[in-house]
Each structure stands twice: as structure tokens, then as C-alpha cells.
């Protein structure tokens, strides 16, 4: 079971942060990945971390504003979301090895 948190409503420029704390079993053995979806839209690819946290990806979108970490002691991936935009509001979810949390969402206002 995935859970989000920290989504919220905050204007441009802000920031926040995104937590997806894992129950039932543990995420340290699999790559993680953030997605958003905006209303009427697919749901988009954000982030993706590897296992050990070594390496991480990114949209073109948020290169450079986003941040994917994890820490597999506390069985938790982050997002810090820093210099939102407006076209960053979405319902943003966390996945790993097929397993979709229920999402948390985020709005940025102009």
C-alpha cells in the first residue's frame, strides 16, 4: 500500500513537498516513480528514482525544479516541488512495482 501526502494549494514560485510512505512491505528493493494527471489529461510521467537511489530521471517539464528522493529506512520516496508553476497542478501519485497510491493533490495559482 502507497500513501501520498504534502500536496496542497500554494502560489507560483512556492514550493512543497510530496511524501509517499509505503505500508504492508517494503519499497527498498524497487525503482519508484512520481506521475500527475490534470483533469482531462493523461496521466504524465514526473520522476522516477532506482532502487539504491543512485540515479534519477525526470520530465523535461521539471528538470531542474524537482527533486525524487527515498529513504528506504523509513520506506518513503519524496518529491520536493520547488519553483511551481500554474501548469504544475495536477493530482500527483506515487507508483512502485504496479502499486498506485490514491494520490494527492497539488494547485498552484497564479
Known amino acids: 500500500h502507497l500513501e501520498e501526502s504534502g500536496g496542497g494549494l500554494v502560489q507560483a514560485g512556492g514550493s512543497l513537498r510530496l511524501s509517499c510512505a509505503a505500508s504492508g512491505g517494503t519499497i527498498s528493493y524497487y525503482h519508484m516513480g512520481w506521475f500527475r494527471q490534470a483533469p482531462g489529461n493523461e496521466r504524465d510521467f514526473v520522476a522516477a528514482i532506482t532502487w539504491g537511489g543512485d540515479t534519477t530521471f525526470y520530465a523535461n517539464s521539471v528538470k531542474g525544479r524537482f527533486t525524487i528522493s527515498r529513504d528506504n529506512a523509513k520506506n518513503t520516496v519524496y518529491l520536493q516541488m520547488n519553483s511551481l508553476k500554474p501548469e504544475d497542478t495536477a493530482v500527483y501519485y506515487c507508483?512502485?512495482?504496479?502499486?498506485w497510491g490514491q494520490g494527492t493533490q497539488v494547485t498552484v495559482s497564479s
Open positions: 507508483e512502485g512495482l504496479g502499486v
